[in-house]
């Protein structure tokens, strides 16, 4: 759950599952589970229907709670839109400009019942004031969000990176947020409209210095994607993004939704790229990158069941001697983009190390 707290400003929404949901509507079709699995993979996040997402469904609430107090998000982030793609769809970024901000992170493990569940708050300062020097961008880091999700959750990464003098770009990833898109392809449609974004925002001037790029679980895998293919993203951080796409698709059905039978989750894994009309192993992450070397800064969770550490050294190993790796410990899944008083510092080095 997300709240932001504020007394002008409150908003709250769930996060949920993806595979379970998908799940769900395989039982309600006639034909092949692993099938109907990879049909409902392709549909957008956001066209999803809503008798499966609305609160109190079916999806179950993620381990992690959020919590912001702050002033409204419209005051600090400046909405666009970049048409991209063929066919044209409508992409949603929002703008946080370097400033003054005050932020602020906590993190903490609590115990709901016999599950741990993370909680983590953000504080600014009561209102960024008007006159403050806004400082000349370093350069500009674009933030891509995970499956299901948008803009928003990254919100806390905009806040931490502009702070230090980076101009931030969240992205509603296609087929998610208000982004248009009716259909998503794991990186197959992905990766160019990435790279047509910057074309259309470089002709708008909004790009400034040097581009990086920060990203989770899907979010982390596009971007590690769109760097072999863009030779203006000079470096990644990637948290928590999964080599194999099969596996990570099994470690969702183990962590939520044990009851389906595995077979189904291999089949789908195997009839997704048949009906995207790719290569069997063009998916995966490790595949897309192939010799392609560039420095990335890759975090894993030691009880991650999704994005596995072995998958992530496998990753590591392909980019070179550049990149490096950091492990949290106790982290799950979701948490991890949420540890900032691990990932705040190295995070902001490694942009400062790579982006000069």
């Not at 953000?122 to 999700?149: E, I, K, N, S």
């Not at 931490?160 to 248009?180: K, N």
Request: aromatic share 8%; net charge positive.
């Amino acid at each position: 759950m997300i709240a932001y707290l504020t007394p002008s400003f409150q908003d709250r929404f769930t996060w949920r599952c993806p595979m379970l949901l998908v799940m769900a509507a395989a039982l309600t079709a006639g034909c092949t589970p692993g099938t109907v699995i990879a049909r409902q993979l392709r549909v957008a996040p956001n066209q999803q229907p809503k008798w499966l997402t609305k609160p109190g469904g079916l999806m179950p609430e993620a381990p992690v709670t959020l919590t912001y107090f702050m002033p409204d998000p419209a005051q600090l982030i400046r909405q666009q839109w970049v048409n991209v793609g063929t066919p044209v769809i409508a992409m949603r970024i929002g703008v946080v400009e370097p400033g003054h901000y005050g932020f602020q992170p906590a993190g903490r493990w609590d115990l709901s019942g016999r599950r741990p569940v993370f909680h983590f708050e953000m504080r600014l300062r009561p209102r960024t004031a008007p006159t403050d020097p806004r400082p000349q961008p370093r350069g500009t880091v674009f933030l891509l969000h995970g499956y299901g999700l948008s803009q928003d959750v990254l919100f806390p990464w905009g806040m931490a990176l502009a702070d230090v003098g980076w101009r931030c770009i969240l992205v509603d990833l296609r087929g998610h947020g208000r982004s248009g898109g009716k259909t998503i392809s794991f990186g197959v449609e992905e990766t160019p409209e990435l790279i047509a974004m910057v074309d259309e925002l470089e002709r708008r001037h909004a790009i400034q210095g040097p581009i990086g790029v920060l990203g989770d679980s899907y979010g982390a895998a596009l971007a590690l994607r769109w760097a072999t293919r863009d030779p203006r993203i000079r470096t990644v951080v990637a948290m928590a993004p999964y080599d194999r796409l099969a596996d990570a698709m099994e470690g969702l059905r183990k962590t939520y939704s044990p009851w389906v039978p595995k077979a189904w989750v291999r089949q789908a894994a195997r009839e997704l790229p048949r009906q995207l009309g790719v290569r069997p192993d063009a998916l995966n992450t490790g595949a897309a990158i192939g010799t392609r070397q560039f420095p990335a800064f890759l975090v894993a969770g030691e009880s991650d069941p999704v994005a596995s550490q072995t998958g992530i050294d496998s990753i590591a190993h392909q980019l070179g001697a550049e990149s490096k790796i950091q492990v949290l410990p106790r982290s799950g899944h979701e948490e991890i983009p949420y540890e900032f008083d691990a990932l705040t510092a190295p995070v902001r080095d490694w942009f400062d190390h790579y982006l000069r």
